[in-house]
C-alpha cells in the first residue's frame, strides 16, 4: 500500500567483526515492527539496516585471519542478512559502507564541511580505544585492576599521536543545546535525553576525523594520506540511502530527514551529538528522533563470548519459533530498559499469551463457527451493551497504538492488543455461546459474530509483530490481501454475514516445558 505520507527507519548499521547476536535482533526487530506498522496504515515506508565495514579493528580483524579486509567483510556482511532472511525483516535496503555509492555520499558531506570552515588540519595526542573505534578524554578513563588504562565501556585504551583533520564540534555546543531543548522528543527515553544534554553541558572538544595509521576506510578528499574516521563514515550511511548528495533525488526528497533512527545505548553519543553536529554544520536537516534501548542480560548475567552466554537468535527461533521469539522480545521488557532474558519467561509468555489467550481464543472461536454455523460467518442480531462494550475495546485500538508506537512503547502496544484479548476470553466465558446453541440459538451468533470481528481488529495489529501467526488467522477469517490493511479497520469494513470460512487450525502451539529443563 502505498500512500502520500514518508516513514524513513533505520537501524544502526552493524560492526562486521562478530557474528549477529540477540542484541542485533532486537534492534532491528524494533525497527521492522514500526515499518510493518506504518506500512499497513498506509504510509511510504523506507526501513533501512546494513553494515558498518572500515575502521582499525575491522583491519586488524581481517590480517589475523591472513585475508583481505574486503574479503573478511563480503563474509562477515553475509551474516546479518543472513539474519534478516531468518526473521523475516521487512527491509528496503542493506547497505555497505564499502559500496561505492556510500563513498561517494562521505566524500560529498567531507567536501561541504570543508568548504563550510568546520573542518581543519591538525595533529590529534590523546586516548583511543580501537574495540570502541572512539576517542576518549582523560576525564572519563577509569583504571583497571592491572593498573591499565580503559575506556568507560572497559575497553583497552591506547596514546595515539598522529596528524588529524578536526571537526570543530566545540563551535555547535551552543547550539546543540538550543536544538535539544526547541526538540524535546529528539533523544527518547527521557533518562537518556538528560545523559546527552549532561554530556554536551560538560564542554565539547574538536573531534578528530581522520586518521593515517591504518588504510582501510574511505580516503579523505585532497589528502589520501587520511582516512575518514569511521563514526564520520558510518554515520553517513542514512544520507547515503537517500541518493545524497543527489538532494534533488526522488528517495531524498521523499524521506529525508530520517523519522527515527534506533541505536543502542552504547552508541547514543555518535547519534545525538556528533551527528546532528555534523548535519548542522553541513546545513542538512537533522533527523526527527533518535531512541536508544536497553541491553539483555541472560539470566541476570552479563552477555559476553568469554562466558560463554551469547543469546543466539537462530537457536531462538529454531527451538521456540519465530513469531514467539518476535513476541517476546518486545513484549518482556518496557523498550528502553536493560532486560533480562529467562527461558522460563519465554515459555510462560508463549505459552499463557501466545497459545492459551490469543490461540485458544481463535481456535474455540472459529471451530464452534464452524460446528454451528455452516463454517460461515454468522449472523448478527441486535447487539447488546455488552457485545457492543466488546466490539468498541477493539474497535479503539488502532488510535492507541499508533499513539504507542510513535513512542516506540511497544510492550505498552502488546499489552493494549491483550487487554482486549483477555476481553474476548472474559466475553465468550460469560456469554457461553455453547449453551446459547441449545437455548438461544440466534443469540449464539451473535455472539460469535462479535468474537470473530474482535479477533480481525486484534490480527489485523498483530501482523506487524508476529506476522506469519497473524496471516494465518486472517487466513482463516477468510480475508485476501486487500482485506488486511489499517484502511479496512474497524466497522466500516466489518466481517460480512454468510461468507465461506475454511476449516480452522491451530495458530500458535504450546511449548513443552520439560523440554526446556531436558536442554
Known amino acids: 500500500m502505498t500512500g502520500s505520507r514518508s516513514y524513513y527507519v533505520t537501524t544502526p548499521i552493524y560492526y562486521v567483526n562478530d557474528r549477529p547476536h540477540i542484541g542485533h535482533a532486537y534492534t532491528t526487530l524494533a525497527c521492522d515492527v514500526l515499518a510493518r506498522f506504518k506500512r499497513l496504515d498506509g504510509y511510504r515506508v523506507m526501513f533501512l539496516t546494513g553494515t558498518d565495514e572500515h575502521g582499525q579493528k575491522v583491519e586488524k580483524s581481517a590480517h589475523a585471519k591472513g585475508i583481505d579486509p574486503q574479503v573478511f567483510t563480503d563474509e562477515v556482511s553475509q551474516n546479518f542478512r543472513d539474519l534478516a532472511s531468518v526473521m523475516k525483516y521487512s527491509h528496503d535496503d542493506f547497505i555497505r559502507t564499502t559500496e561505492p555509492r556510500h563513498k561517494a555520499a562521505c566524500a560529498a558531506l567531507w567536501k561541504r564541511l570543508v568548504d563550510r570552515g568546520d573542518i581543519y588540519a591538525g595533529k590529534y595526542a590523546g586516548w583511543y580505544a580501537v574495540r570502541d573505534e572512539a576517542f576518549y578524554a582523560e576525564s572519563e ?35 546543540l543545546l538550543r536544538f535539544y531543548d526547541e526538540h524535546p522528543d529528539f533523544i527518547a527515553p527521557e533518562s537518556r535525553r538528560n545523559e546527552v544534554i549532561s554530556f554536551v553541558q560538560g564542554g565539547l572538544q574538536d573531534l578528530s576525523v581522520s586518521r593515517t595509521t591504518f588504510r582501510w576506510g574511505v580516503p579523505v578528499p585532497g589528502d589520501s594520506e587520511h582516512i575518514m574516521y569511521v563514526w564520520l563514515d558510518a554515520l553517513t550511511n542514512y544520507l547515503t540511502a537517500t541518493g545524497y548528495p543527489d538532494t534533488g533525488h526522488e528517495r531524498y526528497k521523499a524521506f529525508w530527514p530520517a523519522d527515527l533512527h534506533m541505536v543502542g545505548k552504547d552508541i547514543l553519543r555518535f547519534h545525538a551529538v556528533y551527528w546532528p553536529a555534523f548535519l548542522m554544520a553541513a546545513d542538512l536537516p537533522l533527523p526527527k528522533r533518535v531512541f536508544a534501548h536497553g541491553w539483555w542480560t541472560n539470566e541476570g548475567q552479563k552477555i559476553s563470548k568469554s562466558l560463554g552466554n551469547v543469546i543466539d537468535p537462530y537457536e531462538l527461533v529454531g527451538t521456540f519459533g519465530l513469531d514467539q521469539t518476535r513476541y517476546f522480545l518486545l513484549r518482556e521488557v518496557p523498550f528502553g530498559n536493560d532486560g533480562v532474558f529467562s527461558r522460563q519467561a519465554f515459555v510462560r509468555r508463549m505459552n499463557t499469551e501466545l497459545a492459551n489467550d490469543l490461540g485458544n481464543l481463535v481456535q474455540r472461536t472459529l471451530s464452534m463457527i464452524a460446528k454451528n454455523c455452516s463454517g460461515k460467518v454468522p449472523e448478527v442480531g441486535v447487539l447488546e451493551d455488552s457485545d457492543r462494550h466488546m466490539l468498541d475495546s477493539a474497535y479503539s485500538l488502532l488510535d492507541v497504538l499508533r499513539e504507542q508506537l510513535d513512542r516506540q512503547a511497544f510492550h505498552e502496544a502488546l499489552e493494549s492488543i491483550w487487554v482486549v484479548v483477555r476481553a474476548a476470553n472474559a466475553y465468550v466465558d460469560h456469554q457461553a455461546p455453547w449453551s446459547l446453541r441449545k437455548t438461544d440459538p440466534k443469540r449464539m451468533e451473535t455472539v460469535l ?11 489485523l495489529l498483530m501482523q506487524a509483530f508476529v506476522p506469519d501467526g497473524a496471516g494465518r488467522i486472517l487466513d482463516q477469517l477468510g480475508l485476501g490481501q486487500e482485506q488486511r490493511g489499517f484502511d479496512t479497520f474497524g466497522p466500516r469494513f466489518a466481517l460480512v454475514t454468510g461468507s465461506d470460512l475454511p476449516a480452522p487450525q491451530g495458530i500458535f502451539p504450546r511449548y513443552a516445558e520439560e523440554e526446556v529443563v531436558r536442554s
Do not use: H, N
Open 141 to 175: 578513563l577509569q583504571t583497571a585492576p592491572d593498573g591499565t588504562r580503559i575506556a568507560p565501556t572497559g575497553a583497552p585504551v591506547e596514546w595515539v599521536e598522529e596528524p588529524s583533520y578536526f571537526f570543530r564540534l566545540s563551535a555547535w555546543q551552543d547550539k
Open 449 to 459: 459474530w462479535v468474537l470473530a470481528e474482535s479477533i480481525r481488529q486484534v490480527a
